[in-house]
Nanobody, 123 residues
Framework: QVQLVESGGGLVQAGGSLRLSCAVSGRTFTSYHMGWFRQTPGKEREFVGTISRGGGSTYYADSVKDRFTISRDNGKDTVYLQMSSLKPEDTAVYYC????????????????WGQGTQVTVSS
């Protein structure tokens, strides 16, 4: 069983930065492509970005491209989401997820999910 635990959420002013972490345990971390998603009440879960098993490939939703960066430390079994130039519309619960199959923007491709961490951006 794989467990994912996000941390690093909080309240930040617009224009500020925040780094989320997702610690993975239970299986070989490098077996998984990792993704970040977010969700606000009443809306569908939204893809943020994903990173390959080795960390050499990433891609992002257009809404966060050039502002957010995903990285991973395979020695620490942790994936990160560095967020900068934050906007109020980035306010959401952020989830990390692990996929054995593919880097994907589709949540259905992910096998395991964390519990989420709240990010609130004030204007």
């Amino acid at each position: 069983q794989v467990q994912l635990v996000e941390s690093g959420g909080g309240l930040v002013q617009a224009g500020g930065s925040l780094r989320l972490s997702c610690a993975v345990s239970g299986r070989t971390f490098t077996s998984y492509h990792m993704g970040w998603f977010r969700q606000t009440p009443g809306k569908e879960r939204e893809f943020v970005g994903t990173i390959s098993r080795g960390g050499g490939s990433t891609y992002y939703a257009d809404s966060v491209k050039d502002r957010f960066t995903i990285s991973r430390d395979n020695g620490k079994d942790t994936v990160y989401l560095q967020m900068s130039s934050l906007k109020p519309e980035d306010t959401a619960v952020y989830y990390c997820a692990a996929s054995r199959r593919a880097m994907s923007s589709r949540g259905l491709e992910y096998d395991y999910w964390g519990q989420g961490t709240q990010v609130t951006v004030s204007s």
